[in-house]
């Protein structure tokens, strides 16, 4: 498992909040690799898209809040 650090994004309700991303799948794909993440201090889930290992992953979807 990896554990990613990063801002919330530009569509995120929460200003300003430290979000430690823990990947919980990837799926290479033809445009390279699908990245689950799922944040471990506030459950917010996310997917990315990382199309060089050289490269940081784009979000691909909006935060998704914690499951209930």
């Given at each position: 498992m990896t554990v990613l650090h990063d801002r919330a994004g530009a569509g995120s309700?929460?200003?300003e909040q430290l979000h430690d991303w823990l990947v919980?799948?990837?799926?290479?794909?033809?445009?390279?690799?699908?990245v689950?993440?799922?944040?471990?201090?506030?459950?917010?889930?996310?997917v990315e898209l990382q199309e060089s290992p050289w490269?940081?992953?784009?979000?691909?979807?909006?935060?998704?809040?914690q499951r209930r």
């Amino acid at each position: 498992m990896t554990v990613l650090h990063d801002r919330a994004g530009a569509g995120s309700t929460r200003d300003e909040q430290l979000h430690d991303w823990l990947v919980e799948s990837r799926h290479d794909i033809s445009t390279g690799t699908v990245v689950y993440v799922c944040c471990t201090r506030c459950g917010v889930r996310r997917v990315e898209l990382q199309e060089s290992p050289w490269l940081p992953p784009l979000a691909i979807s909006r935060e998704l809040p914690q499951r209930r």
